[in-house]
């Protein structure tokens, strides 16, 4: 052990730990969850270290030789060479102070080693007075927390959110021909083909694409050089532009100064927005999955139109059977999508005055929300939907014994004889056809065709499955 000293007093930290007393008290006090930042929050704050040692070096405010092995070291850390040395609780100190502290503690004892002096040797390199100039917690923390999760939504989830469409969509073309029953209140309603059920589930998650995207934007306004409260204090005048410009470079995000320093540090709404839309994505692919389920259900007494691939055997006790493991999954992550919607929910409220302290929870759990999100899109596609058969005698079986093809006779008969046609139908087990021809007056061959269940499913004004436009558009 080695003894270190900060405000509080002396502190035993381990020789060999490139971290220092302020990270060591935050292991003491939150042995809370065991978990630790996510890599991305680490490689954020790296970044984020690396462009202010520049800019403070380029502005004469660090020596030329500490800057450049603060720099390093804050590169080294941005690389995930030093992963294993970030070991605060995700629940921790409000507002990030503890994880500010472990990168700067981290960095400093790395830089030092890199000049050829021993770890802890903080007249030489300070954590709080050199690796963390011109800054404070709460300016990095919330611009680390941005940068990450840009990174996340446009590495990851988008990317596989936009397979998992153009899957659907490519299934909305396979299956554009298969006409089956529609359903709705889970009963029979009028056909429906195929091919337009999954185009509707194509659509979507193309409006879930664009609702993320469009609420991501707001994360690219930072309040790097706002330090403590707004104000700027401690911070050179041109600090505040030369490190979003470097950023800006360093992860090739489009990032920018925000226009109003004060609302950004006082404010979280910028994450509820994103994870409102994260929320928005996973809603629907509870349903979707959940239809899936619905439409392979059985093989023998559920209703069996589609085939899910068999993934893995679904039972310890019953050979034979095969569960729809893969769509279960996908609605279990957005169970958790949506719990943590409501954290976020809750601590982006919970702010008071000039900042909010409840960042390190916010954090947390929307990075694991993009994070799981995208993960079990990439899944979805890969071992579930485009291995999606169709089951077209079953499906055809069912729209023709639909009773509610009764419908395509209303405009002849109205809607009181109809639907005597449906209950007379229902009662005696006759086709709709044979009940037709007893009780109307209409030539057989106009019965058939008013009756046919795919003409049906082409109104007037299209209906067609869709196409592979939307997918450039999102692309673009």
Known sequence: ??????????????????????????????????IKPHRQMIRAIGLVKLAAAETNMSLGVLPMRVGESIAEAAKEVAEGKWNDQFVVDVFQAGAGTSFNMNANEVIANRALELLGRPRGDYGAIHPNDDVNASQSTNDVFPTVMRIAALTLIHDLLVPKLMRLEEDLRAKSVEFDKIVKSGRTHLQDAVPIRLGQEFSGYAEAVLHGIESISESARYLHRLNIGATAVGTGINSHPEYRERVVRRLRELTGLPLKPAENLFEVTQSMADFARVSSALRGVALELIRISGDLRLLSSGPRTGLAEINLPAVQPGSSIMPGKVNPSIAEMVSMVCFQVVGNDLAIAMATQAGQLELNVMMPVIAHNLLQSVEILGNAAKVFSQKC?????????????????????????????????????????????????????????????????????????YPSNGGVAGNSEHITKVGN
Not at 21 to 29: F, Y
Not at 414 to 425: F, H, L, N, P
């Open 385 to 457: 939907v485009r291995g999606i058969t169709a089951n077209e005698a079953k499906c055809k079986e069912y729209a023709e014994k639909s009773v509610a093809l009764v419908t395509a006779l209303s405009p002849k008969i109205g809607y009181v004889k109809a639907a005597e046609i449906a209950k007379e139908s229902i009662k005696t087990g006759k086709g709709l056809l044979e009940v037709a021809r007893q009780r109307l007056d209409l030539p057989e061959d106009e019965l058939k065709k008013v009756l046919e269940p795919i003409h049906l499913t």
């Open 1 to 34: 052990m080695r003894i270190e000293r900060d405000a509080l007093g002396e502190m035993e930290v381990p020789d060999e730990a490139y971290y220092g007393s302020q990270t060591q008290r935050a292991i003491e006090n939150f042995p809370i969850s065991g």
